[in-house]
């Protein structure tokens, strides 16, 4: 027996939640995705989805860990949906690792990447406490209280996502929230600041020069002692929770942890917050704050502006490196704090061995070039993980585990020096830009890259990105990307990251919970405990679906297919896909967007003579039944506006 059928038992099914499990396994046993909105689908009983997989536990057996892969190449032969825990709230019922489970029936993409589940404070997702527990916010009440601890519900979690086929991953951070727990049980790991009792200067470090090695260990230090001081005080040995702890350790914990802050704050030392993106160097102490009471930091970029507006200040960041100066790129030689590499380094192993988690994506990655300011790649310019330590992190999750995944967060095409890092993926920028004419010739380009790349050995790749989690950022788009496109150009971009992965030069999609059925707010659920507003929008997402099946039935021959003729107008774009004989070939056209967003109406695409007469059938997306058809020469179509058509051929016999 396993965890989701001791969680069937505590939730008791009804004969009605047992009638929708088992109308859940058969829509199942017709492949994924249901046919139902991500909405309906949570607010369908958590009864019901733990007798679905109670079911599917005692039929399907456990699939072997892909980390355990020779090597990590199956990444590229998967598609990622991010999802946030947090954010599966709806009908004032909170999010959960089991609500989360329900959500996974409606996606098609066999790998999750889950966003941070840990204890946060400021209810920021990307302020973390700790890197080693899982939120106890996120655990259902019910089952905590029936024994199933909030770790076994993620495990349960990490085992649905098996039972369908998809793999885990998990987001590495290289900071945690200002006062973190980690910052507190390990104060080495972090820069501080010590100021002096009138809060104007700091009381040892040189305020031209402040991060030395010898100032992080003195006031590193000082913050043991105090910490030392409070567990002593509430008679516990460490902040962080166990699974076995009782409610009344779990509480001395909390208590020693807050009073610990306190003390801290009282004796004026603070953790040094995270640079502002194009920061340079490591933010100076500025001044005290006295009515908020904490210390101010200025921040600048290489020329020397304030960019202080841009700090996401509530965060401190891993002090990999020692000796970097206030405000300006490091000149002069700076030292490895080794302790700090290797914490982040070996984060990722405990939930790769406790849980399941196949693959990592690395966070705060995406200038990690830019920034560098050696060759060899151990130099940053502020105070963001360096070439070194993420090599050094890949390499550490790979241990004893080849085949662990590895994405990079970089929004971009670049590909190579990623690789070379050891990552298997890079995100794309296709989530920040229009599906026009010039992305098309970029992802054609693209595609030609990766063939090339694929033929000297290279296996890497880069993921079409149909939706990021923080498009509604106000430096993105500043709203959600479906709201700003509507469900038309959501559609294009569909069709387009499906039917432009092809072959040698694949590219995985990346979705977003809530895309299938129109649901909105990812943003604004990273940055306050809430929900989507969720859509339920079933026209969307039976379209979703229906594209879904079609990609389907063609993907195996896609997988060993290749592009070949091609054509990009400003109004619309084709390309073809065959195989090595003439068996068979697959022309995909695409009405493109334009300022004018007129429809190309007739368009006439030229076939090579030597295929002859042909036959087949065009499907207009979302439409996955198609109409029959035939060509000699050429296919003639007529394309609306925002249009998406594949049409499947074969030779004709008479």
């Not at 080794?338 to 196949?358: K, L, M, N, P």
């Not at 241990?399 to 020096?417: D, I």
């Not at 690789?419 to 995100?427: S, V």
């Amino acid at each position: 027996m396993g965890l989701w059928n001791d969680i069937e038992q505590v939730l008791s099914p009804s004969r009605q939640d047992r009638y929708r499990a088992a109308r859940l396994i058969s829509d199942f046993e017709g492949g994924l995705p249901l046919a139902m909105t991500q909405t309906a689908l949570l607010r369908s009983s958590d009864a019901a989805i733990a007798a679905f997989y109670a079911q599917l536990e005692g039929t399907l057996s456990a699939a072997k860990p892909r980390c355990r892969s020779a090597d990590s190449s199956w990444m590229l032969d998967s598609d990622l949906c991010w999802i946030n825990v947090r954010a599966c709230s709806i009908d004032d019922v909170p999010g959960s690792f089991v609500r989360a489970a329900k959500l996974l029936p409606g996606v098609t993409s066999t790998a999750i990447l889950l966003a941070p589940f840990h204890p946060t404070q400021f209810d920021l997702s990307y302020a973390p406490e700790t890197m080693t527990i899982a939120d106890t916010m996120l655990a259902d009440p019910v089952l905590t209280a029936a024994g199933i601890s909030p770790e076994n519900q993620l495990r349960a979690f990490v085992s649905a996502c098996g039972l369908l086929g998809k793999t885990v991953g998990y987001e590495l951070l290289p900071y945690a929230a200002q006062f973190s727990r980690i910052a507190m049980e390990r104060p080495r790991l972090f820069r501080w600041v010590a100021l002096d009792d009138t809060r104007t200067g700091l009381e040892h470090a040189d305020p031209e020069f402040p991060y030395r090695v010898d100032d992080r260990q003195r006031d590193a230090d000082l913050v043991a002692s105090i910490v030392a001081t409070a567990k002593e005080d509430y008679g516990v040995t460490l902040f962080r929770r166990h699974e076995g702890d009782t409610p009344e350790i779990l509480a001395a914990k909390d208590k020693a942890y807050f009073s610990a802050i306190r003390l801290c704050m009282d004796h004026g030392l603070w953790p040094v917050p995270a640079h502002a993106r194009n920061g340079v160097g490591i933010p100076a102490f500025l001044r005290y704050d006295g009515g908020n009471d904490f210390p101010v930091f200025s921040y600048r970029d290489a020329d020397g502006s304030d960019i202080g507006e841009d700090a996401y200040s509530v965060v401190a960041p891993f002090a990999f490196y020692d000796d970097m100066p206030t405000n300006t790129a490091p000149t002069t030689t700076i030292y490895r704090n080794q302790d700090a590499i290797d914490y982040y380094a070996h984060v990722f192993t405990y939930w790769r061995d406790s849980f399941g988690f196949d693959f990592v994506r690395y966070n705060a990655v995406d200038r990690i070039f830019e920034e560098s300011l050696d060759e060899e790649g151990c130099v940053p310019a502020s105070d963001r993980p360096s070439p070194e330590v993420v090599r050094t992190a890949i390499a550490a999750s790979r241990e004893g585990a080849p085949g662990t995944g590895a994405v990079a967060s970089r929004k971009g095409p670049e590909l190579e020096g990623y690789a070379e890092l050891g990552f298997d993926l890079t995100m794309g920028n296709e989530a920040l830009r229009r599906v026009d004419a010039p992305l098309v010739h970029d992802s054609l380009a693209l595609y030609d890259r990766l063939v090339a790349n694929s033929e000297n050995g290279h296996r890497a790749s880069v993921c079409f990105s149909v939706d990021v989690p923080e498009s509604g950022a106000p430096r993105l788009w500043g709203s959600a990307l479906s709201r700003v496109m509507g469900p038309e150009r959501m559609r294009l971009r569909h069709g387009v990251a499906r039917f432009l992965s092809v072959g040698r030069g694949r590219r995985p999609m990346f979705e977003t919970m809530g895309y299938q059925d129109g649901s909105t707010g990812l943003y604004e659920a990273g940055l306050s405990i809430r929900g989507l507003e969720w859509a339920d929008d079933k026209v969307f997402a039976a379209g979703y679906a229906s594209i879904e099946r079609l990609h389907n039935r063609m993907k195996p021959f896609l997988a060993a297919g290749f592009i070949a003729e091609r054509h990009v107008e400003p109004g619309y774009a084709w390309w073809q896909i065959r195989g090595e004989g003439r068996s068979r070939l697959i022309v995909a056209v695409a009405s493109l967007e334009t300022a004018e967003g007129v429809a190309p109406g007739r368009v006439s695409i030229p076939l090579d003579a030597a295929w002859g007469d042909m036959e087949g059938r065009a499907y207009r997306l979302p439409d996955s039944a198609g109409v029959g058809l035939e060509a000699a020469r050429s296919v003639e179509l007529d394309l609306a506006f925002l249009d998406f058509v594949v049409v499947d051929l074969t030779p004709a016999f008479y």
